[in-house]
């Protein structure tokens, strides 16, 4: 597949909506007995929005990089506007913290226009440390996996718009295909979904094998999910963490130009293609 006739959609979501998706495969998970396993999944707020993220450690949260920025401006959101809310249902979450540093993948370039091509998905993951530790009874961190094989089912945890106020799980969808760095899945996400979970079972265990960025269009009419390969990203991020070290994050620094297209959306966002 060429990835440059691809149209990409940024998944960050702007406005909340309550209203309830339809024609979805989707389990609305919306009581303690339902997220039993899931605890570690939650909203990431952002202040005027939100995104989707995943506890890693006990104090790690793993989520897209281009929910950290302003996508009007290609500013970082200040830090203290950023919060994290384990298995968040209707108001309430399981656990609730503060966000008290946030490392970005150093390849991820923002830009001001707040869209994204295919050579920056691969890097669209950020890292986020809480303020204090989340208990392992409260929710279990998931570990990362690797190497997938195309066909492989997997499942998707995310907010989003239309079902923003719980989580909604999508219990099996598929790895389409990898190419440098790029996975894309054929899972039902929408604005809100970026930095959702998609998860593997390995052997016992619930694994994350990536996080949802965007979605996109093929030549075809064909819309896919797109996401990264975690495994060296989320090694680096934590080192940077462990190290103090601060990425050097310039907006719209080194990215591929990129055309705007002619669609639009309620939310927002903007559909591109990459030259």
Known sequence: MM???????????????????????????????ELLGWEAVGRVSLGNGFCTGVLITRDLVLTA????????????????????????????????????????????????????????????????RLESFISSSEADPFAVYADPEPGEKVTVLS???????????????????????????????????????????????????SLISATAWTKDGEKVALGMELPAKVAELKRLMRNGALPNVQSGAGAKRIKVGSRTTSGGAKFVTVD
């Open 159 to 209: 907010y989003g718009r239309g079902r923003s106020e719980h989580p909604s799980w999508q219990r099996s969808c598929s790895v389409l295909w990898r190419q440098g760095g790029l996975m894309s899945f054929d899972c039902d996400v929408t604005f809100g979904s970026s930095g959702a979970p998609v998860l593997v079972r390995y052997g016992n265990r619930v694994r994350i094998l």
């Open 65 to 128: 990089a281009h929910c950290v920025f302003d996508r009007q401006t290609g500013a970082r959101i200040a830090t203290q506007n950023i919060r994290f809310q384990a298995g968040y249902v209707a108001g309430h979450s399981l656990a609730d913290r503060r966000i008290d540093r946030v490392v970005v993948d150093p390849a991820y370039r923002p830009r001001e226009t707040g869209n994204i091509g295919t050579d920056m998905v691969p890097n669209d993951v950020a890292l986020l």
């Open 3 to 33: 990835l440059k006739r691809l149209a990409i959609c940024l998944l960050l979501g702007a406005i909340p909506d309550t209203s309830t998706a339809a024609g979805s495969d989707l389990t609305a998970l919306r009581s303690r007995g």
